[in-house]
């Protein structure tokens, strides 16, 4: 779960004190102080003022089906980047930019954007280094999302 504790202590403050709620990054933020590039703190804030009491549990939903697509989309876009399948690496690389900029994984999304701008210029020897390069950053969203969502 999302910081329970710390979402739960804001809640109760919330509706004691009619308090506006507080910027995601004060919500059990801590975690992503080494992630600080990977997440967008500011993008994680507008998911959380769409549910500020966290009633429905919206950004751990969204987070939990974020991390599910990423692994699919990235399995398809390093099959697509090492074969033949260069319409699946486009697929894959254009859902996953949107995905991941709106959850706040920005360098994420350009980095999507990068390997989407190269295939369409026909620059194929370009694409090892970008796709392993979108693979590490793949690696440091989807483990600061398990940081978030441990906290």
Not at 31 to 59: I, N, W, Y
Request: with cysteine; charged share 25%.
């Amino acid at each position: 779960m999302l910081g329970t504790r710390s979402i739960h202590s804001w809640q109760t403050r919330l509706r004691a004190h009619h308090v506006p709620p507080p910027p995601v990054n004060s919500l059990s933020m801590a975690s992503l102080a080494g992630e600080a590039e990977a997440l967008d703190r500011a993008s994680l804030d507008k998911l959380v003022q769409l549910d500020p009491l966290g009633q429905s549990k919206l950004v751990e939903r969204v987070l939990t089906s974020y991390q599910g697509s990423l692994s699919r989309l990235r399995q398809q876009i390093v099959e697509g980047s090492t074969g033949t399948d260069h319409a699946g690496l486009l697929m894959g690389v254009h859902s996953l930019k949107s995905s991941s900029a709106h959850i706040g994984a920005l360098q994420l999304s350009g980095l999507c954007a990068e390997v989407e701008h190269a295939m369409r210029e026909g620059r194929r020897d370009d694409l090892p280094a970008l796709v392993a390069q979108l693979q590490r950053e793949v690696d440091r969203v989807d483990e600061a999302i398990r940081r978030l969502m441990d906290h």
